[in-house]
């Protein structure tokens, strides 16, 4: 299998890059008949194999999507740690080619190179990839997740639980800085998508006033035309008056330019990599905003998979999401106590689970 291995950019270091950064291995694999180039992360098996989505996106260049896995692959580690989940955190990237002619011969190749991890690492759906695709792979490995299940079960689609869990957040955030529950508060949700709609009904079941926008005006219509929700500029959901800002859309949108404008008091939503920099934790601390970590906020699909993997009843399983209220305020109490930034103190617990 000569042409499996991928050897890498000539001038991209990768082993100075994983070195420096403690981590646990990245695997770089190339077929060329398959027009498959596969990254897997394995940021740590401390806690247990490795859990995270699979990624098929066109990158510029191999760097930034060998960088991208790295990054993905520790944030799911801490992800899984702070959450108590017994699994480290790993991450594919498929640089996706201009056409995939035979998706299914692409992911079967896929699952190979799972295969070559033996168990070390789980795969399952992410950007660009679909529980199809997820059931492709299951034709050549057992270590997938979120493919398409025959038997009764709660919902395929991790997104109903991780708007679940960015509920309980939100509600531990608004309780803890605010001292109420959600009824009469008014949140701005960034992003319609799976999560952000649901999320949004579920905010309204719970007497909360809804502010959203996406870049699909479809989206927000349908929630209009169903609910009292109040549709909102892309440009301005940022800066719209609210108690807690969702972002429910894509990372870095809390960065240098946008946190001069912000009018919330509280910043709790799904998206991943919400802050342009994790500077910027710090900056909010001082502002008095306080931000809930993304991968706090955002536990809930994880939690949702990695029940999944172990056969939990659905009872279970939702005990487990219903957990995250409690989770999250005793960690936003902490940070509290110690005066210091809730990222501060959400990355040096989520370490500390990884190393016990
Ligand atoms: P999605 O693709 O279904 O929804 C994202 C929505 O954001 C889309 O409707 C899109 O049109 C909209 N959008 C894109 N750019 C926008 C902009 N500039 N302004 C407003 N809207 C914009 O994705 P999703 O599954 O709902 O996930 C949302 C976020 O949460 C992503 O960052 C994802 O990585 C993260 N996340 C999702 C899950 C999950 O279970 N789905 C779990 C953890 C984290």
Same mark, same amino acid.
């Given at each position: 299998?000569?042409n499996?291995?991928?050897k ?17 291995g ?10 498959l180039? /596969? #990254?897997? !992360?394995?940021? =740590?098996? *401390?806690? +247990?194999?490795?859990?995270? %989505? ?40 498929l ?35 679909s ?16 493919y ?17 869990g960015?509920?309980? /957040? #939100?509600? !531990?955030?608004v =309780?803890? *800085?605010? +001292?109420?529950?959600?009824? %009469? ?45 109040e549709?909102?500029?892309n ?23 946008s ?31 306080l931000?809930?970590p993304d991968?706090?906020a ?16 659905? %009872?279970?399983m ?29 990355n ?9």
């Open positions: 299998m000569t499996d291995v991928f890498g950019p000539s001038n991209y270091n990768i082993v100075d890059s994983i070195q420096s950064k403690n981590y646990g990245v695997h770089i694999f190339h077929c060329k008949q398959s027009q180039t /596969a #990254i897997i !992360a394995i940021h =740590s098996t *401390k806690r +247990g194999p490795a859990i995270g %989505g699979c990624r098929c996106l066109e990158y510029s260049d191999t760097n930034s999507a060998i960088e991208d896995a790295i990054n993905l692959g520790r944030a799911m580690s801490y992800k899984a740690a702070i959450h108590d989940l017994p699994h480290g955190g790993g991450k594919s990237v640089i996706k080619p201009k056409n995939i002619h035979n998706r299914q011969a692409y992911f079967h190749k896929f699952a190979e190179y799972v295969n070559q991890m033996s168990g070390k690492y789980i795969t399952s759906v992410d950007s660009g990839t529980t199809t695709d997820m059931n492709y792979v299951l034709e050549k490995t057992e270590f997938v997740l979120g398409n299940r025959q038997e009764e079960h709660y919902s395929n689609d991790p997104s109903v639980l991780t708007a679940k960015v509920k309980h /957040a #939100i509600s !531990a955030a =309780s803890h *800085k605010l +001292g109420s529950d959600l009824k %009469g508060i008014t949140v701005a949700i960034q992003g319609a998508g799976n999560v952000g709609s649901i999320l949004c009904e579920l905010l309204i079941k719970s007497g909360a006033k809804v502010k959203i926008s996406d870049i699909d005006q479809s989206k927000v219509n349908a929630l209009v035309e169903k609910h009292q929700v549709a909102i500029s440009s301005d959901i940022i800066s719209t008056e609210c108690d807690v800002l969702a972002p429910c859309a894509l990372g870095g949108v809390i960065n240098e330019e946190i001069g404008n912000l009018r919330c008091k509280i910043i709790c939503g799904a998206a991943n990599n919400q802050l342009s920099d994790s500077m910027i934790a710090e900056s909010l601390h001082k502002m008095g905003i931000y809930v991968y706090l955002n536990g809930g699909g994880l939690i949702f998979v990695a029940s999944n993997y172990i056969g939990d009843t659905d %009872g279970v939702l005990s487990k999401i219903d957990a995250m209220h409690e989770r999250v305020k005793n960690i936003l109490s902490i940070a509290s106590s110690e005066h210091k930034s809730v990222l501060e103190v959400c040096r617990l989520a370490l500390e689970n990884i190393e016990r």
